[in-house]
């Protein structure tokens, strides 16, 4: 597998545009659209939120179908807690694409991106899905890129070539945070586009599997957004044999790829998580089984105790078990164990003497990884997180005025 | 029921004492003393936390037995995860106090709260317990009061009278906060005493309702501690005939008593949440019942999102409905409602015109109600929370070291 150039329109016949509409105050790129030349297989998958915003209902009915050929996109507002005025909304922006496009409605993914309970000022949004559809273009992406960010601070986005086959194929996604990630099913919003050929139910699974490997274990501040989605188009033009089930010979080499994309992106999502100024990969080890072990890993990682003391770059390491004591994890406290970096504190329950120095140079750096051994069990997850600054609390006391 | 100075000695026949053990770096009182001169029947809850802490473990088969006639506590040394040597320090307290005071082991609860994950200091320790029990007296609840606090910024303390079976009982209490509080069957420390006389029985089954009604419906960041306790010791000295159970009639007035009690202090150690400058009492009402009201709105409670937007008086109702729509409860959102101060923000699902002056006064104020009504039913909860301010921040990076 080999990073290349290009971002989302990276694979074949893929292109992209993102525009200004005017609907951020910041007046930045704020309609992104990413097409296929060509029918492509369609999987997503959608936030858990029983308040999820119109475009998520409307995309899930489109995913559903299993064939697409365009996502839109805006960002400035989520078209969430918007009732029927939403649902009405976010058909037309399906609409407007479809017809700017010279697609079925049936064809088009929509989703949306920033404050909710807000509607959305539809002259704006569509003078700017017509504006995007007729600049589509393979350079369009570094455009897309920015025009689905909210708070973020850097796009994040990833292109691979990789073997497939016997050709090569390529698969690119781009991904938005930065607040309100914690995600179920989902993430805020991630594209994804592939030259694969394979089927809409093998391309479901895979998204599936990959996203619970990838943002189901991220958490910036412990909210599941109501606008969380990913979505993934492949439009086979890479000319592999179809992948037409999880059964296929290639489709392991699919899934190592899309996974390879929805874990770069998904901790792309943390390094810009709101105010962060640190990584954290938070592993549990030794538990009986993955659940559990990302559930003490989860509570660890969603903790603002742990998260501000990381912030601090204090090592104060009885937060984290303490978290691990109330996630509901099963729990002997006579055989768990605790290393933070390369720094054994706790052994099979009791703090040890370790070397301050070390872990304070520990504790100085971007990227840390916080082991629990749990000490009862082989089943491992790792749960990837960042750390609650001041820089959080002036963001998201700032946000809506 | 009638406010009455005095505070945790106010009901007959208790007396407490708080001393400077030197446990604290910062020197003040560390070590108190809480004792009836004549048997209590005595009730606890205890953190759920799978870490729970020694003295947790202690106190736990002190108080399964129904008569305790002290509590002896430190501050500034959690006394969790220290394994056996915990365990072992946390009876030596429990002797040296029974043995100063001279009475039974078996009659003496021991809390700690403080730094987890290190040892006590058992020489400062063991002299502060002597000394306190040497001290003891009416006006010690000054104190008693000052030596449980860790990061508090001011103690919380309130006593009462009240009539009971035709004659006068006293109830009062104490509790400290202020960070790692979200108790789940208990809050970090809070000791009630009464000269009501209540058996054994019946004195458990007030506890535990009343903390289920109080401590067990705040949140200041999600953490559940590994030393939570909440105990009451009941001396029966205002003579009144013995509640032996709960159909007894002057049970009720006894457990309005105490849940006043309970209440007061849950919502003070809210008040003094770690750098909190807004007092939050979240309701959800229309739901199907308590559990998922409770639910819903301890969603709110715990957002970052949520709790930063208070601190910057944002009113950004959209991450209040976000909350609720992920906490798992039941909603129907063409059904739901939110009101903010007397100010309606959204009715029936849709966000309606609301006075913005009006909502930005409410934002600007201390203590702010939010009401969600679910509109799917007839059950109601309300929990109190605070925000999250950069003082938070600051307290949490900085407390270890």
Known sequence: MKAIDGGITAPQRFKAAGVKA???KSGKEDVAIIYSEIPAAVAAVFTTNAMAAA???VSREVAGRGLARAVVVNSGCANACTGEQGMTDARAMVKIAADALGVAEQEVLVASTGIIGVTLPMAKVAAGIQRAASMLSVEGYEGAMQAIMTTDTFPKSCAYEFPLGGTVARIAGIAKGAGMIHPNMATMLCFITTDAAIAPAALKQAL???VNLSFNMISVDGDTSTNDM???LANGAAGNALIDSTSHPDYPAFFAALKTVAVYLAQQVVRDGEGATKFLA???????DFASA????MAVAKSPLVKTAFFGQDPNWGRILCAVGYSGAVVDPRKISLTIGDVGIVKAGLGSCYDEQALRRIMAERDIAVTVDMGIGAAEATVWTCDFSYEYVKINGEYHT
């Open 55 to 57: 475009p998520v209902h």
């Open 282 to 288: 938070i592993t549990v080890k030794g538990a009986p």
């Open 230 to 232: 990913t979505a993934i």
């Open 208 to 210: 599936h599997d990959a």
């Open 22 to 24: 005017g609907i951020k």
């Open 294 to 297: 990302k559930q003490a890993a």
